[in-house]
């Protein structure tokens, strides 16, 4: 099933609990930063807001977003300062 935008769940959770959903996406996203010290860039629901900024503050990287529509952001964290590109 996909919604407006033509996002669609690929493996539907086996609970409909929303908050389980925000969850699970800012648990990928925090893992993502963790592993990485380049840019990302990332679709998230317009919900987790607040835990993208969180997520920007405690790894330290500046937090941008940009609105999609009303239940999507799309949200770059820049890369850590002081890492080196090759």
């Known amino acids: 099933m996909s919604d407006p935008s033509g996002h669609a769940c690929l493996l539907p959770f086996d609970t409909d609990d929303a908050e389980f959903a925000r969850g699970f996406e800012t648990g990928r ?42 239940n999507w952001i799309e949200v770059t964290f820049a890369e850590v300062e002081g890492s080196l590109e090759f």
């Open 29 to 70: 996203l925090w893992a993502l930063l963790r592993e990485t010290e380049d840019e990302v860039i990332e679709t998230v629901h317009a919900a987790n807001a607040e835990m993208i900024l969180r997520l920007g503050e405690a790894t330290e990287r500046h937090v941008q977003a940009v609105e999609l529509d009303e």
